[in-house]
């Protein structure tokens, strides 16, 4: 984990392993079970983490002591597996906001105060008296003392509840308000992380990228600041990362800042989250963030200028985390709780999409000093990638100076170079002890190049620092000990993570691997559902088989993880609200078939048929909620035998709906160019989301889902025109088949359900139903030939109407007749001709005979009208489809005619019954009459065909709707005037009708000029009125003057009212009216033919489906409908022309041909935009981009190698001249001179061609760096004590290295019988025999004596920077015994399994609980054993004889020194390794070993593990392994 600077002093810090911890997705139903992780918060597992900060462990719990001080913890239980621990968490607070961050903070987050007052010998800047913490008298509490002890911070500094949090705003700038908070430097980060997360409301991050460098304002180029900048937010943005900094306003922490504001400035999908962790006693101006009720907002000062030693807030830091240690301008405070922070973070996981992966973090470095190389380096020794930005200058610029070279030419010369070149003003501070540190340091940062990543700018083409960072993190990621491909599944997770597309294509799906289809579903599941279309669109490229990925189990966990804000979950929910939590997945698609049947319309069944009831098990095993950890089994379609429900899945179909109704365009997309019926899909499409829209009450999603429909219309449009341009007969066929995939539904069906008026003018469409229209009959026959062949069918023979079958043209008689009769045209006009009588006999009944008794025109009416009711009776129960009674009848009155026509039947059956009672005979002739106009009405319906009449008749019933809404209008206008008129002219009226008369009826007649004869006084006439009221016949007096018998009212008042009103009413409601009618008729106008197109097929299928004879001979045709129907109960079924089920194999090639128009379509459709002008425009801008690009790509290169060559030669030159003067003095001294005084030339340097980011291999190519290497780390392990920096030139005995001086350690062992002593003092040690066998003890080395000095061996392999015998046991050689166990690794038949034609082997490893490594078995062993330690603890003792034997027959691989990183001077490991390989799995002894494996220790592990180079063991293990896989010529 990466350290970082301060402001202005930079100091060490400690990263711990990360882990994993698992979490529940919060809302979400969980099925099965969860991956559990352990994350250890706080881990000493020895070896493996450099900590140059004391920690606190508690190996009981695998959990953080918390401090005094800390928090309220309450635990949070774990997974309830084995192996999973308890995670502490503080006490979880109520939902966020002002008023609960008043409360919660103060609760639970601290400050540090000093209560002691102890006199400091420095004075403040002022010149005032302050206390050795920094602070005056004045800043103390009042309750403080003095004291004249020594200060210490552990005894005089308390903490209590901090007084500064809340939103933080600076003064003068205007940018956004920011969240700060100060905290102790105690405080853990699990309450930090808490704080973030649910207080602050930051989503968890996907990446974690801690900027280090620099901590003063530093130079650096405009065009590499820019890429930086410009790099650093990019991969920000598109990751999902937080960035954290030191957050104040210097460094490059300024750098990120203005970066920030760079991009606040621009549009940006999402703001980054940039976290500024500062110390709070060195920031200035901070009294202003003090509010101890929380600072909503506090304002905060930048003031540069007055600062001081202080430093000021970055204000284009979004969040600050002000860490107190209770003194002031002590920088370095937040260095050890930003290092502990960072690590928490790194061990989360992020779930999303079924898919945990750790947060992975990466340190970008720049420029920097020395504070900022002991960031480096603890980064790498910690795992952590980093990211050097050459160019920045010093400690980045050396390191990247010298990257690219091999270990063995880093030397301290060298780095002193590079140090005076780059630290020019404060070189001479450098010591010779620290260039040898820095050359230490550099050379252990250098060895892990595959963590080392260097930024040139131009380098490989790269303008932005996003993709080195990403890149760092791949490479970060290969290297770590992962087998095989849980490695690369590793990095596809990450890169689905950051949502990097471009990544993934260059990185991961490379030649270098090759995915299995199955390996990809995990990450395509988390693809669809955070909406990575991107990457949808890969896994589809790279081998995933929709049919393959998509079941019952996925799909059922897609609709779990549905977005929560969309319209589908909310009515999905309302379906689920009464079924239990743990659903079974098939009843939960049900429900899902359900919503969807509402959407898609009553024409289709449900999609996902209801399991019956004798089913109770489940269909299918459903996945653990993280998929990545299960594999489910995929089928295309799960069906199940007799007795169980059948579940059928359409892939394509499925996650195309799922993506469309969450308004997914691109996603959608990429799934329905999958599709088999894209026709059907795209209609279906259209109907979902147009539905959806109805409901939908944000704006901006509802003009999205009618675009979206819209365009899904435009694709059917399109992909039926390639159809209909090759074949017009297969094109309609597409238009009548029976879709199973949609519910038994055909595309014209769903058109029409969707209203796709656009799809359903296509001439195409069209044309097919002229062609049913038509029936058998010639589309080119006049109609005046169809109307005299109906009035005079022998015309039929004579040949004037022609058919469209040539066969049936030359048949004759009954056939000819039958054809000609019931093609529905001939139907429709025999109707009309029908329906023209019937109102004809009608209109003379009412006008001419309508007597007493019903006479014979009459009685006709009755029987032709009878026949009337028997056809809308037929059409009433007709269900061709089985649907069912109910839907049938909704399917009859959701037509307005339908309606119409049974409001007419009753009319007449009102006015039929008042007719036949003589008392009422008059009532029933008026309803009989209006009856007639509602028959006339019907006639509109029939008109509908005409192409001259239809469109005119659409305009006027949507004119219609505008007349009701402006009746509206006009009755305020009407009744607010008449009733005023009334109340002032007339005094109590109390006749009903003609007090309607005067309110309303006078009123709307005024409109049309009729205006009231005495309202104005003028033509008031006495005789016209009745005075009192009385007479039936005469509307009521107005107020009079009974003397003068003139109107007394005031008429100037009525007739500015009548003014008023005439004004309203004649001008602007009639005019609004006729704007109205203006605005309906042009905007139907437009589509006036679309919509009577659309509309024309309902007339038509009515037609198509009814009998021949014309009403009342229809009567004919019910009664064998009767007959066929009820009689012969011989089912209906829908005419082919319009709903034909085709036969399976004409089908799926009537469904491949139209695939393969599909794709015709879409390659057109894509040159179409590559043809735009706007497209050509960003082609070619593009062009240039990069042509100007690979330009200055080539000039950076060039002249990068050109300087390199120059140097190269200077220096070449440099050691001629040197060389020959040395000649030149020789052979003036009349000798040949010594070998001594001959200068060697300089290697020729690494430049031009090599790259410097060379991968794991290079570290054994470098012949350089053979010396022990683990042996010299500067921690050493399980302890706090660091080794004297050895560099490589540094290690050898023989070199002189004047400045060494290790420091002395020894553990201290509770057996100190079985161990040497201590070695502090000479006496006991004199006694120890070296190079010799000292009792039970054999001190000799394999490799030949060893010198001992003063008392003590050195290691033969040279320095290593510590004296003592450290944690080792003995003093010279400790021997230990490596057993490596063996076997061939096998298939499930037992085939050996291979890779690259090798035989793959696994082997025998244990592993401690606390250790992230697994070992070989073996190790010390007790004086007189031979079977190691380690080993008897995962071996029964009954087997140790037997395991004796077979190390006697087993076979030496290794004898010699190990680089173990607890070697030291004078102690060191050596080993003996031997092979034990069971070539047969049907080995007695493998058998018996197998059987015997038992661990004694609950913190121990025993598996068989597979034999890879990835495999996570220990570095000297694996040198061992390599050695025995070639020495059986196994796979490595």
Not at 306 to 317: E, K, P, R, V, Y
């Amino acid at each position: 984990m990466p350290l970082h600077p301060s402001p202005n002093k930079e100091g060490p810090g400690h990263q711990l392993r990360p882990g994993l911890t698992a979490r529940k997705a919060p809302g979400r139903l969980v099925l099965g079970t969860f991956e559990c992780h352990t994350p250890l918060v706080g881990c000493e597992d020895g070896i493996s983490h450099l900590s140059l900060v004391p920690r606190m462990w508690s190996p009981l719990h695998h959990t953080a002591v918390p401090e005094k001080g800390s928090a309220d913890l309450q635990t949070v239980k774990g997974c309830g597996v084995p192996g999973a621990r308890e995670e502490r968490f503080p006490r979880s607070p109520p939902p966020s906001g002002q008023e609960n961050l008043s409360s919660w903070i103060p609760d639970n987050i601290k400050k540090k105060e000093c209560i002691y007052f102890v006199e400091s010998s420095k004075l403040s800047d002022a010149g005032k008296v302050v206390c050795e913490c920094g602070y005056p008298r004045e800043k103390h509490l009042e309750e403080a003392t003095f004291q004249g002890q020594e200060w210490d911070p552990k005894k005089h500094v308390r903490e209590m509840p901090t007084d500064a949090f809340g939103d933080i705003v600076f003064t003068g700038l205007g940018q956004k308000a920011g969240k700060y908070v100060r905290l102790s430097q105690d405080t853990p980060s699990s309450l930090i992380y808490q704080l973030m997360t649910q207080e602050w409301g930051l989503d968890a991050p996907n990446l974690l990228i801690s900027v280090t460098g620099g901590a003063k304002d530093f130079n650096m180029k405009p065009r590499l600041k820019s890429v930086f900048r410009r790099g650093l937010l990019k991969v920000a943005q598109t990751s999902g990362a937080w960035v954290i900094t030191g957050g104040s306003h210097t460094g490059v922490m300024k750098q990120v800042g203005e970066a920030v504001r760079q991009l606040s400035g621009s549009f940006c999908e999402r703001e980054v989250v940039t976290i500024g962790i500062a110390t709070w006693g060195t920031l200035h101006n901070r009294e202003s963030l003090i509010h101890p009720m929380g600072g909503f907002p506090a304002e905060y000062i930048m003031d540069e200028g007055g600062q001081g030693n202080l430093t000021c807030l970055d204000s284009n830091h979004s969040h600050f985390i002000l860490v107190d240690d209770g003194t002031h301008g002590r920088y370095g405070v937040e260095i050890p709780l930003r290092t502990n922070l960072e690590k928490f973070i790194s061990q989360q996981t992020k779930e999303r999409g079924g898919v945990a992966i750790k947060i992975p973090i990466v340190c970008v470095v720049l420029e920097g000093g020395p504070g900022t190389l002991n960031t480096i380096y603890n980064a790498i020794t910690n795992g952590t990638p980093c990211v050097v930005v050459e160019g920045s200058g010093r400690v980045a610029d050396v390191i990247a100076q010298v990257a690219g070279l091999p270990i063995s030419e880093i030397t301290i010369s060298l780095i002193q170079q590079k140090l005076s070149m780059f630290f020019q003003g404060m070189f001479e501070t450098f010591t010779e002890s620290k260039i040898v540190e820095w050359t230490k340091k550099i050379q252990d940062i250098v060895r892990r190049r595959q963590l080392l990543t260097v930024f040139r700018e131009g380098k490989d083409g790269q303008q932005d620092v996003d993709v080195p960072i990403l890149q760092a993190l791949l490479k970060a990621s290969r290297s770590l000990d992962h087998f095989g491909h849980e490695n690369w599944d590793h990095q596809l997770k990450l890169a689905v993570a950051w949502n990097r597309v471009d990544i993934a294509q260059s990185e991961i799906f490379t030649d270098e691997r090759q995915w299995k289809p199955s390996e990809l579903y995990p990450m395509m599941v988390a693809a669809l559902i955070t909406n990575k279309p991107e990457f949808v669109k890969l896994f589809l490229e790279n081998g995933v088989q929709l049919k393959e990925f998509v079941s019952q189990a996925t799909l059922f966990y897609l609709y779990q993880n549905l977005e929560p804000t969309c319209l589908f979950h909310c009515k999905l929910d309302k379906v689920l609200a009464g079924e239990p939590e743990r659903l079974d997945p098939s009843v939960l698609l049900q429900h899902v078939a359900q919503v969807l049947r509402e959407l898609l319309g009553d024409s289709t069944q449900l999609l996902y048929s209801r399991p019956r009831s004798s089913n109770q098990q489940r269909l299918l095993t459903v996945p653990s909620v993280k998929i990545s950890v299960q594999r489910v089994s995929r089928q295309s379609s799960c069906k199940r035998s007799s007795g169980q429900a059948t579940f059928t899945i359409d892939p394509v179909r499925d996650l195309l709906i799922w993506a469309v109704v969450q308004n997914r365009r691109e996603l959608a997309e990429i799934i329905w160019a999958q599709s088999q019926d894209c026709i059907a899909a795209a209609l279906a499409c259209s109907k979902i989301l147009k539905e959806l829209s109805k409901e939908e009450e944000d704006t901006d999603s509802l003009e999205e889902m009618l675009a979206l429909a819209d365009e899904y219309e435009q694709r059917a449009i399109g992909v039926f025109t390639e159809c209909y341009r090759k074949d017009e007969e297969r094109a309609q066929k597409l238009l009548v088949r029976v879709s199973e995939a949609w519910g038994k539904t055909t595309c014209l069906q769903l058109a029409l359900e969707a209203k796709d008026m656009k799809f359903m003018s296509h001439g195409g469409i069209q044309a097919y139903l002229t062609k049913v229209w038509w029936g058998q009959l010639s589309v080119d026959n006049g109609l005046w030939r169809v109307v005299l062949s109906m009035l005079f069918f022998p015309l039929l023979y004579t040949g004037l109407v022609s058919f469209r079958n040539k066969g049936q043209q030359a048949e004759g008689g009954l056939a000819r007749v039958r054809a000609f009769f019931s093609a529905p045209v001939v139907v429709f006009h025999m109707n009309i001709l029908s329906y023209f009588a019937f109102l004809c006999l009608f209109a003379y009944v009412l006008m001419v005979d309508f007597q007493p008794q019903p006479s014979g025109c009459e009685c006709l009416i009755y029987v032709w009208l009878f026949s009337l009711v028997c056809e809308e009776l037929r059409q009433l129960f007709y269900d061709p489809d089985g649907s069912g009674l109910r839907k049938a009848v909704l399917v009859y009155f959701s037509d307005f005619w339908n309606k119409l026509d049974v409001c007419a039947i009753l009319l007449f059956i009102a006015g039929l019954t008042c007719r036949l009672v003589p008392s009422l005979l008059y009532t029933g002739r008026i309803i009989l009459s209006l009856d007639f106009t509602m028959f006339c009405l019907r006639l509109m319906h029939i008109f509908t065909i005409s192409k001259t009449l239809g469109p005119k008749i659409i305009i006027v019933r949507r004119m219609m709707k505008d007349v009701f809404f402006f009746l509206f209008l006009l009755a305020v206008w009407v009744v607010s005037f008449g009733v005023a008129k009334q109340a002032i002219l007339i005094h109590n009226e109390r006749r009903v009708e003609w007090i309607f008369r005067g309110a309303v009826y006078h009123s709307y007649l005024t409109i049309f000029g009729q205006l009231p004869t005495y309202i104005d006084g003028v033509n008031f006439r006495p005789d016209q009125c009745s005075p009192d009221g009385t007479d039936p016949y005469k509307p009521k007096c107005p107020e009079i003057d009974q003397a003068r018998q003139e109107p007394v009212f005031p008429e100037w008042l009525t007739v500015l009212l009548l003014c008023l009103y005439l004004l309203f009413a004649n001008i602007l409601l009639l005019n609004l009216l006729i704007a109205m009618f203006n605005y309906t008729f042009q905007q139907v106008q437009e589509h006036t033919d679309q919509i009577w197109k659309f509309q024309r097929h309902d007339l038509i299928e009515e037609y198509q489906g009814r009998p021949p004879a014309p009403p009342p001979f229809i009567l004919l045709s019910h009664l064998h409908l009767f007959i066929k129907r009820v009689v012969l109960k011989i089912p209906a079924k829908r005419h082919k022309q319009f709903k034909n089920k085709l036969e399976k194999n004409e089908e799926a090639a009537l469904l491949s041909w139209e695939i393969y128009l599909k794709e015709n379509y879409l390659q057109e459709q894509q040159l179409q935009q590559k043809q735009r002008p706007e497209q050509k425009i960003q082609d070619v801008s593009d062009k240039a981009d990069t042509m100007v690009r690979l330009l200055e790509t080539a000039r950076l290169k060039q002249s990068g190698a050109v300087e390199q060559r120059l140097a190269s030669l200077e220096e070449q030159v440099a050691q001629t001249a040197t060389a020959l003067r040395w000649i030149v003095k020789a052979l003036r001294d009349s000798g040949f001179g010594s070998e001594e005084g001959v200068p060697t030339l300089a290697p020729q340097k690494a430049s031009v061609g090599r790259d410097p980011e060379l991968d794991s291999g290079s570290k054994a190519e470098d012949p350089g760096d053979t010396y022990h290497v683990n042996a010299r780390h500067l921690l050493y392990p399980s302890c706090s004590v660091l080794r004297f920096p050895v560099p490589n030139e540094k290690v050898p005995w023989e070199t002189e290295f004047l400045v060494y001086n290790p420091p002395f350690y020894t553990a201290d062992r509770k057996d100190k019988d079985l161990v040497d002593p201590v070695g502090d003092a000479l006496e006991p040690l004199s006694r120890i025999s070296y190079n010799a066998v000292d009792g039970p003890l054999d001190r000799r080395s394999f490799h030949g004596v060893y010198a001992v000095r003063d008392g003590l061996p050195l290691n033969p392999m040279g320095r290593t920077g510590l004296r003592g015998r450290g944690d080792l046991s003995y003093f010279g050689p400790n021997h230990t015994l490596q057993p490596v166990i063996t076997r061939w690794r096998r298939s499930l038949d037992g085939a050996i399994c291979r890779k690259n034609v090798k035989k793959m082997l696994e082997v025998l490893v244990v592993k401690r609980g606390r250790s992230e490594h697994w070992m070989l078995p073996g190790g010390s062993r007790e004086p007189g054993e031979m079977l190691p330690r380690k080993l008897k603890q995962v071996l029964r003792r009954e087997f140790w004889s037997s395991f004796e034997r077979l190390l006697t027959q087993g076979m030496e691989v290794y004898k010699g020194y190990m680089d173990d990183p607890r070697n030291t001077d004078n102690a060191w490991i050596e080993t003996v390794a031997v092979s034990i390989h069971f070539p047969d799995q049907s080995d007695v002894e493998l058998k018996r070993l197998n059987s015997h494996l038992h661990s004694y220790d609950e913190g121990m592990a025993i598996r068989w593990q597979v034999v890879d180079e990835r495999i996570s063991l220990c570095d000297n293990h694996k040198v061992i392994l390599q050695k025995v896989a070639a020495l059986l010529g196994a796979y490595y």
